[in-house]
């Protein structure tokens, strides 16, 4: 019973525990409400060398670098907007996570929900024109030619009578 408990334990600590982030003691910055700042900014970057990770969660040197950086533009003052407005003008819009809503980015923010549109619409057309086709082929199959009319009349006038129930 007390193996169930420890192993009960250990999962739910696994399993419940913080999410471990790449940032170092010694990058974390004495005021509370700065360090806030610097992970949420961090968490908005992405490492240029992870590419699908931010710098908060990536151990790779660049990634660090960064973390540095970011936390030393909020010491010298500059607000979230000047930070990230840095970092671009230094490493480009890849740098962001979360790409800005702009011109040059506008295809990359509405071509996902148009490619769904564009989907639905071509599955809707297509079960629409198959729902026509099959409606004009039950018709089509309803009707006999003349000769087939012809035939059916003559093998009805020669079905015998259904026998009267006595």
């Known amino acids: 019973m007390k193996r169930f408990r420890v192993a ?3 999962a739910s600590l696994l399993i419940g525990g ?3 982030h790449a940032v170092q003691p010694d990058e974390i910055m004495a005021d509370p ?6 992970r949420d900014l961090s968490r908005e970057l992405r490492c240029m060398v992870c ?3 931010s710098i908060d969660d990536s151990d790779a040197p660049l990634a660090k670098d960064l973390r540095i950086l970011v936390r030393e533009r909020i010491g010298a003052g500059d607000s979230d907007s000047q930070v990230i407005n840095f970092l671009v003008a230094r490493y480009g819009e890849f740098v962001l996570l ?5 011109l040059h980015t506008l295809l990359l923010w509405l071509l996902p929900p148009l490619l769904l549109g564009g989907g639905v619409l071509a599955l809707w057309l297509n079960s629409r024109r198959k ?3 099959a409606g004009g082929n039950a018709d089509a199959l309803l009707r006999l030619s003349p000769d087939e009319q012809a035939r ?7 079905q015998p009578s ?3 129930p006595a």
């Not at 409400?33 to 610097?38: D, L, T």
């Not at 979360?98 to 702009?102: C, H, I, L, S, T």
Request: proline share 9%; charged share 35%.
């Open 8 to 10: 009960v334990l250990t």
């Open 18 to 20: 913080a999410p471990a």
């Open 33 to 38: 409400v700065k360090e806030s700042r610097a």
């Open 51 to 53: 590419q699908n990770q």
């Open 98 to 102: 979360k790409p800005r809503f702009e």
């Open 131 to 133: 729902s026509q086709a």
């Open 152 to 158: 059916l009349e003559r093998l009805i006038d020669e």
């Open 162 to 164: 259904p026998r009267e």
